[in-house]
T-cell receptor
Framework: EDKVVQSPLSLVVHEGDTVTLNCSYE??????LLWYKQEKKAPTFLFML????IEKKSGRLSSILDKKELFSILNITATQTGDSAVYLC???????????FGSGTKLNVKP | GAGVSQSPSNKVTEKGKDVELRCDPISGHTALYWYRQSLGQGLEFLIYFQGNSAPDKSGLPSDRFSAERTGGSVSTLTIQRTQQEDSAVYLC????????????FGPGTRLTVT
């Protein structure tokens, strides 16, 4: 059965802390892994990772994929209260006909 | 330009009634996805439309759920004889085509079955 598992389920940190969110997967015909930020209802796209070992970076956020161990991490440095959200990991099979989502990590950044 | 829109934003219905949820994708996007998100959970894939191809219905949880996409644009998700466990946020997303990974999500419809 295809599945995506995220950890931790929730996390509370203070502004300025660095956090690491984890995503492991077992998906047939893996093509890409994607990270989303969900603040209210609509998730917004952060990163797509297809190749192992290549870090994607956007400001204070970065992510990397390990296709041998079947996991990805999302790092957020110098966290801000605006980073508070649910972070979703999704895996797309080769033909992008569906995306398998994890249950998310709820991040709460306190001032 | 306009993003993905969904209507209604909230729907409260009695158990046993039918509901219709609407999604207007971004103009020109040929791929359309429906997902369901229960409280505290991730997104559960329901159905995928790509152009004129037969939809991938493999995620629909029961035969009470159906979806249509008319003219390759607007999509309607219908739930018949609603049950309390159908209560969730229903999200629609579109992408440029079947080869594009970047999905644009609508704001969702929150369905509450009483």
């Amino acid at each position: 059965e295809d599945k995506v598992v995220q950890s931790p389920l929730s996390l509370v940190v203070h502004e300025g802390d660095t956090v690491t969110l984890n995503c492991s997967y077992e998906v047939t015909n893996f093509r890409s892994l994607l990270w989303y930020k969900q603040e209210k209802k609509a998730p917004t796209f952060l990163f797509m990772l297809t190749s192992s070992g290549i870090e994607k970076k956007s400001g204070r956020l970065s992510s990397i994929l390990d296709k041998k161990e079947l996991f990805s991490i999302l790092n957020i440095t110098a966290t801000q209260t605006g980073d508070s959200a649910v972070y979703l990991c999704a895996v797309a099979p080769y033909n992008f006909n569906k995306f398998y989502f994890g249950s998310g990590t709820k991040l709460n950044v306190k001032p | 330009g306009a993003g993905v829109s969904q209507s209604p934003s909230n729907k409260v219905t009695e158990k046993g009634k039918d509901v219709e949820l609407r999604c207007d994708p971004i103009s020109g996007h040929t791929a359309l996805y429906w997902y369901r998100q229960s409280l505290g959970q991730g997104l559960e894939f329901l159905i995928y439309f790509q152009g004129n191809s037969a939809p991938d219905k493999s995620g629909l949880p029961s035969d009470r759920f159906s979806a249509e996409r008319t003219g390759g644009s607007v999509s309607t998700l219908t739930i018949q004889r609603t049950q309390q466990e159908d209560s969730a946020v229903y999200l629609c997303a579109s992408s440029l085509n079947g080869y594009s990974y970047e999905q644009y999500f609508g704001p969702g419809t929150r369905l509450t079955v009483t």
